[in-house]
């Protein structure tokens, strides 16, 4: 599984981006992926994941509300979607995958359950 995230930017706090993780492999349906960020001189925490299997999701702490994921199978892409950022939202973001999972698996925010991993994207907000 190879993955492509892209998407990122600068962007006014208050404002929205949509970051997209493209995956190739033929197990895409099978994956779980999540989106994990890193701001400077901090490490990097879990951001949202999503079983594409039953489309059970998980997000981090205090992100619900303001950031989604979702799929599109078709495109082999996972979005996340946010909103409403804020300067403390700036990071880069990676997206990471693991392979064939069952329908029940619940997604987790531990790093180390993700077998693959994309390169990051940078966004920015600005105050």
């Known amino acids: 599984v190879q993955l492509q995230a892209s998407g990122g930017g600068l962007v006014q706090a208050g404002g929205s981006l949509r970051l997209s993780c493209a995956a190739s492999?033929?197990?895409?349906?099978?994956?779980?992926v999540g989106w994990f960020r890193q701001s400077p001189g901090k490490e990097r925490v879990f951001v949202a994941a999503?079983?594409?299997?039953?489309?059970?999701?998980i997000f981090g702490d205090s992100l619900k509300g303001r950031f989604t994921i979702s799929r599109d199978d078709a495109k082999r892409t996972v979005y996340l979607q946010m909103n409403s950022l804020e300067p403390e939202d700036t990071a880069v973001y990676y997206c990471?995958?693991?392979?064939?999972?069952?329908?029940?698996?619940?997604?987790?925010?531990?790093?180390?359950?993700?077998?693959?991993w994309g390169q990051g994207t940078q966004v920015t907000v600005s105050s």
């Open positions: 492999g033929r197990t895409f349906r099978s994956s779980a």
């Open positions: 999503m079983n594409l299997k039953s489309g059970s999701t």
């Open positions: 990471a995958a693991r392979d064939r999972i069952i329908w029940s698996v619940q997604p987790t925010d531990e790093e180390d359950w993700y077998e693959y």
